[in-house]
């Protein structure tokens, strides 16, 4: 038994989700004027001092709840083709020595998230419940499943917002959400594609979902996630378009979302593996140019044109 395998154990593959605690900062005080009154939160190093550790937080907890699904589904788990090869179906580690981990992880996290603040607490705490009805019962529900899942996506998010003291936006809850059925739906998608016939053994939930309705239904949740992100640049950036051209992000974003869409139904790991996703050139180009556009238009934009300006009068006779 290797330190490795109870790393592995721990999926840490999957802790980009817990990323989500930062993303309330981005969008938190943005200043709409040049030079800057103050300097914005998402550019100031000590906002994230907490963010961090309520990311840290997170990743204990979330790993606890997935040596508990492990442990629950490990016969399951056993004769699934790829999930034979985690740590406890494959023997690597021992059942009792993982709930000791899980416990400690679970206890540490908690006490962490304690000691930032209580509102993040409660929002850890509401995380718990959500898996732990998520792994008894809801996984087996259709559509409840993701929508659960999507909940799970919105406590993250708006946890950074407690952690920042301030108060979460809309998008925070509707974008994320949505975007969290993409990647449920489409993982749902891309598991039907890889186990085929044996689906539903592996997952009772299969008897119910079939191509058509997790087409429709990724289709679905990329187009509200697609509209409820213009919509807020809109709202809220639209009316200072020459200061903050936000809306000049929202290309690239449904560029990004076709992408993954597409892999989804070319039968990539992507689909069930979110986390390879900018192993795919097509998404990591586009989310760099996404991050580029995102905060340029947010924060650089008359800064950057005044530099330009000054540079054409220089160059000019």
């Known amino acids: 038994m290797a330190a490795k395998d109870y790393l592995k154990l721990m999926r ?19 200043p709409d004027v040049w030079p800057w009154p103050v300097l914005p939160p998402a550019l100031d190093w000590t906002k994230y001092i907490p963010l961090i550790w309520g990311f840290i937080a997170f990743c204990a907890v979330s790993s ?16 699934h083709p790829e999930k034979k090869n985690r740590p406890l179906p494959s023997g690597t580690v021992s059942r009792s020595t993982s709930l000791v981990l899980a416990f400690g ?3 540490s996290g908690l006490a962490l998230a304690l000691y930032l603040y209580w509102m993040f607490f409660v929002a850890v705490i509401l995380y718990i419940i959500n898996s732990q009805l998520y792994n008894a019962f809801l996984r087996k529900r259709v559509v409840v499943d993701v929508v659960t899942i999507g ?30 059925l993409v990647l449920g739906f489409g993982k749902r998608k891309n598991e039907l594609q890889y186990l085929g016939e044996d689906a539903a053994i592996h997952k009772p939930v299969f008897n119910k979902y079939n191509d058509n309705i997790l087409d429709n239904a990724i289709t679905m949740s990329a187009t509200w996630f697609v509209f409820f992100y213009t919509m807020y640049c809109y709202n809220v950036f639209g009316d200072n378009m020459a200061a903050q051209p936000v ?46 556009s995102l905060v340029w238009t947010l924060f650089f934009w008359e800064m950057g044109s005044e530099f330009l300006e000054s540079i054409f009068i220089l160059l000019l006779p």
């Open 105 to 107: 992880l679970l206890i």
């Open 12 to 30: 840490p593959a999957q802790w980009y989700k817990n990323a989500l605690v930062f993303l309330a900062i981005i969008f938190y005080q943005v």
């Open 247 to 292: 809306m000049l992000s929202v290309p690239v974003m449904a560029g990004l979302i076709l992408r993954y869409i597409y892999l989804i139904h070319s039968g990539s790991p992507v689909g069930r593996k979110p986390h390879l996703a900018f192993k795919d050139k097509g998404i990591l180009i586009g989310g760099i140019i996404f991050v580029i």
């Open 151 to 180: 909940v799970g996506f919105v406590i993250r998010a708006i946890s950074g917002a407690f952690l920042l003291r301030a108060p979460f936006t809309s998008w925070l809850v509707i974008g994320v959400f949505f975007f969290a």
């Open 64 to 79: 606890a709840t997935y040596i508990i699904n492990d442990i629950q589904d490990l016969e399951a788990d056993a004769v």
